[in-house]
């Protein structure tokens, strides 16, 4: 059973910084494409940021675009988002996944194997 944690969530003025963290078992990052979604209240659950295995290559929705980075460390089983120029309108619960295929492009069309229990960001105007 894959395990994914996220931590780092809270609450933050607009304008401010938030930098989450997922951490799950050697299996899940040696070999999974990873990445982050949210859930707004009363929204449906939608794409945040993607990245595959190894390399660069990420995937990010237009509304963060230019505004929060994902990144991972395979050695320490961490992967994270940055998030920065925090607006109200990221006000949501934050999902981990992970995608047993390591298409990060296919995560981010919402093909996800696995899902983190969430952590909460609160972004006060």
């Known amino acids: 059973q894959v395990r994914l944690l996220e931590s780092g969530g809270g609450l933050v003025q607009a304008g401010g910084s938030l930098n989450l963290s997922c951490t799950g078992s050697?299996?899940?990052?040696?070999?999974?494409?990873m990445g982050w979604f949210r859930q707004a209240p009363g929204k449906e659950r939608e794409f945040v940021a993607s990245?595959?295995?190894?390399?660069?290559?990420?995937f990010y929705s237009d509304s963060v675009k230019g505004r929060f980075t994902i990144s991972r460390d395979n050695s320490k089983n961490i992967m994270a988002l940055q998030m920065n120029s925090l607006r109200p309108e990221d006000t949501a619960v934050y999902y981990c996944?992970?995608?047993?295929?390591?298409?990060?492009?296919?995560?981010?069309?919402?093909?996800?194997?696995?899902w983190g229990k969430g952590t909460l960001v609160i972004v006060s105007s």
């Open positions: 050697e299996r899940t990052f040696s070999n999974y494409a």
């Open positions: 996944a992970a995608r047993t295929s390591g298409s990060a492009y296919e995560l981010s069309r919402g093909s996800v194997s696995y």
């Open positions: 990245l595959r295995v190894v390399g660069d290559q990420t």
